[in-house]
């Protein structure tokens, strides 16, 4: 595709519900992340994926939250029994095709507010 | 202490003036650097990426690097009303792991 995107943009999730977040990286993008933000602060790391392998996931705050990316391509956040806290925007990056350290380009983000 | 710091501003220049943002990391181990700007309420946009010590110029962006006092800076020149918004610096920590700051939030005045 021509962009990293992201579903869905606006999620209001009632305290205690789950939620699933999805990301579609740029075709043929190796790596995936996931990172938080909370307002007026920069993006945190949650998680990272190479392929469908997650190489990294110290980032996640507590074990209600869980990330798969079964075929290498598409990513799930899910988030179980969902707290207040957990209100932040969620953005998904993906990098170069062949991985590494190179520039990260990011979707639109989903705004979860958790009620 | 962060382990990348940057003034939270506003940083208000005049219509037309060279806009400086300013950034220290702490990881001396740092190799990659890169200069993000996120408009309210929408999602990081790459500006510039600088690997080496020294200066990158791309248009009206010039990032400079000076691994030996950790610190990275992008300067706008001619800086327009449309460049206002928040600038993120990140810095890979290790291999893989983008290490933002909180970002500058630019104000250009008219």
């Given amino acids: 595709g021509a962009g990293v995107s992201q579903s869905p943009r606006y999620k209001v ?3 205690g519900q789950d939620v699933a977040l999805r990301c579609d990286p740029i075709s043929g993008h190796v790596s995936l992340f996931w990172y938080q933000q909370a307002l007026g602060q920069g ?11 997650q190489l990294d996931k110290s980032g996640l705050p507590s074990d209600r939250f869980f990330a798969e990316r079964p ?4 990513s799930t956040l899910k988030i179980q029994r969902t707290q207040q806290e957990d209100s932040a ?10 991985g590494g350290t190179y520039e990260q380009y990011f979707g639109p983000g989903t705004r979860l507010t958790v009620t | 202490q962060k382990e990348v710091e940057q003034n939270s501003g506003p940083l208000s220049v005049p219509e037309g003036a060279i806009a400086s943002l300013n950034c220290t990391y702490s990881d001396r181990g740092s190799q ?11 999602s990081p946009e ?12 791309d248009g009206r962006f010039t990032a400079q690097l000076n691994k030996a006092s950790q610190y990275v800076s992008l300067l706008i020149r001619d800086s327009q009303p449309s460049d206002s918004a928040t600038y993120l610096c990140a ?9 933002f700051g909180t970002g500058t939030r630019l104000k250009v005045l008219a």
């Fill in chain 1, 89 to 98: 925007v969620y953005l998904c990056a993906s990098t170069h095709p062949s």
């Fill in chain 2, 32 to 42: 990659s650097f890169f200069w993000y700007r996120q408009y309210s309420g929408k």
């Fill in chain 1, 71 to 74: 075929e290498g391509s598409v």
């Fill in chain 1, 43 to 53: 993006p945190e790391f949650l998680t990272y994926f190479q392929n469908e392998a």
């Fill in chain 2, 46 to 57: 790459l500006i510039m990426f600088i690997y080496s010590n020294g200066d990158k110029e």
């Fill in chain 2, 91 to 99: 810095v890979i920590s290790g291999t893989y792991k983008y290490i």
């Fill in chain 1, 13 to 15: 999730a009632k305290r």
